[in-house]
C-alpha cells in the first residue's frame, strides 16, 4: 500500500529530472584576454555574464520556453559593451558594424539568421522576426535592415552601437594589418586625446578577439534551443560573413539531439558544419562532451588555424563546453542548482 502510494511521487520526481530545465551561454572564447586579464576585468565580465544568465534562468524558471530563454539572455549581452555583439561590435574594415545572429528551436527545426545588418539594436531579435514572420531562414544586409523597421523592431544609429574600447582594438588590427584606419563613424565624438588608449582605465577589453555571445537552453517541456549573436571579427571586409548566422555552422538546435552555440574564427566553423556535427555524434552515441571535444580538439584543429569553442546542451544532462583557446567566457545554470560563472 506504502509502494503504491509512493509511485506518483517516484514517476514525477523521474520526470523531473528529464524536463529539468537548463541553460548556458558563452561570452566568446580567446587567448590573449585570459593570458592579461586583471582582477578588476575578470569581475567585469563575471557580473555581466552572471546578469544575462539570470535574465534567461528567470524565463525557464517561470515555465517559459527556450526560445524565449536564448533570447533574453542574449539581448542582454547585446546590450553589453563589454561583448562583441550589439551594442560593442567589432568593426569591418570601413568602419561600419555588420552584425550578425542566429537562433533555432530544436523542437520544429525552425531556425532564422541575419547577416550583415546595422540599426537593429538586438539583431537576435531580428533573427527571430525572420524565423516566425518570413517562409525563410536568413536575410542579410540592407533588405534585413528594411525588413527590421517594418517588424518594428528598435532601430539604432551607428554611434550607439560605437564603443571607444572596440574602436582601439579595432585601430591597432588595422595597424597591424597595414591598412589605413578609416575615418570614426559619423555622430561619434572625436577621438580622446592620447588616441584614446587612455580611456581605458577598467575593464580591459581591447585585446578580446573572439567575444561573439551565444545560448543553449533546455524548458521544463524538455524543447532546446540555441542562439547566437556577433559582431564577427575585427577588421574583416565589408560583406564577410562567419559561422554564428549560419545555420549548422554556430548554431544548431534539435531535440533528438542537443543545442550547441559556437565561437572562434568562423571559416573554420563553416567548413566543418561544426554545430550540426556535434549533434550528429551525440545522434550516432557520443556523450555532449565527447561530441564537443571531438570537434573542438580533433576536427578544428586539423585544420590549420581552426581556434574556438562550443556550450552545448542535450535532452538530459548538465551542459558542457569545450575550447581549444586559453580560455571561453561561460556561465550555466540548472533547475534547482545555483549559477556558475566561468571567466578565468
Ligand atoms: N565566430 C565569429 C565570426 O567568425 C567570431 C567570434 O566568435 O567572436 O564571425
Redesign the pocket.
Known amino acids: 500500500m506504502r509502494i503504491l502510494f509512493l509511485l506518483p511521487l517516484l514517476f514525477c520526481s523521474i520526470t523531473a529530472h528529464a524536463q529539468q530545465w537548463a541553460i548556458a551561454i558563452h561570452g566568446?572564447?580567446g587567448e590573449a584576454e585570459w593570458e592579461h586579464m586583471d582582477a578588476a576585468t575578470a569581475s567585469a565580465y563575471h557580473a555581466s555574464l552572471a546578469r544575462a544568465l539570470a535574465a534567461g534562468s528567470a524565463v525557464l524558471a517561470r515555465h517559459g520556453s527556450s526560445l524565449d530563454a536564448v533570447e533574453a539572455s542574449i539581448e542582454v549581452l547585446e546590450d553589453d559593451p563589454l561583448f562583441?555583439a550589439g551594442r560593442g561590435s567589432a568593426f569591418a574594415a570601413d568602419g561600419t558594424n555588420e552584425m550578425?545572429a542566429s537562433l533555432m528551436n530544436g523542437a520544429t527545426l525552425e531556425a532564422g539568421s541575419v547577416a550583415s545588418v546595422h540599426f537593429t539594436r538586438h539583431p537576435i531579435a531580428l533573427a527571430r522576426a525572420v524565423m516566425e514572420h518570413t517562409p525563410y531562414v536568413m536575410m542579410v544586409g540592407d533588405g534585413a535592415d528594411a525588413f527590421s523597421r517594418t517588424q518594428r523592431l528598435e532601430q539604432q544609429p551607428p554611434s550607439f552601437f560605437f564603443t571607444e574600447m572596440r574602436w582601439q582594438e579595432f585601430a591597432g588590427v588595422m595597424r597591424g594589418s597595414g591598412r589605413p584606419v578609416p575615418p570614426r563613424p559619423a555622430g561619434v565624438p572625436p577621438a580622446p586625446a592620447h588616441g584614446g588608449m587612455a580611456m581605458l582605465a577598467g575593464p580591459r577589453i581591447f585585446a578580446h578577439?573572439?567575444?561573439?555571445v551565444g545560448a543553449v537552453a533546455r524548458d521544463a517541456d524538455g524543447h532546446l534551443a540555441a542562439a547566437t549573436s556577433?559582431g564577427?571579427?575585427q577588421g574583416?571586409l565589408p560583406g564577410r560573413?562567419?559561422?554564428?548566422p549560419i545555420i549548422g555552422a554556430?548554431t544548431y538546435a534539435s531535440d533528438h539531439a542537443c543545442a550547441v552555440s559556437?565561437?572562434?574564427?568562423?571559416?573554420y566553423?563553416i567548413r566543418l558544419t561544426l554545430a550540426r556535427q556535434v549533434c550528429t555524434l551525440v545522434e550516432q552515441g557520443n556523450t555532449p562532451q565527447q561530441a564537443a571535444d571531438q570537434m573542438i580538439h580533433h576536427e578544428l584543429p586539423a585544420l590549420k588555424g581552426g581556434e574556438?569553442g562550443v556550450i552545448v546542451l542535450a535532452k538530459s544532462g548538465l551542459p558542457v563546453w569545450s575550447n581549444n583557446t586559453l580560455g571561453i567566457f561561460h556561465a550555466q545554470q540548472v533547475q534547482g542548482a545555483a549559477p556558475e560563472v566561468w571567466v578565468r
Not at 578577439?209 to 561573439?212: D, I, K, S
Not at 560573413?241 to 554564428?244: E, I, K, L, P, T
Open positions: 566568446g572564447a562583441n550578425d578577439r573572439y567575444g561573439t556577433t564577427g571579427m574583416k560573413v562567419g559561422d554564428s554556430g559556437g565561437t572562434g574564427v568562423g571559416e566553423f574556438g
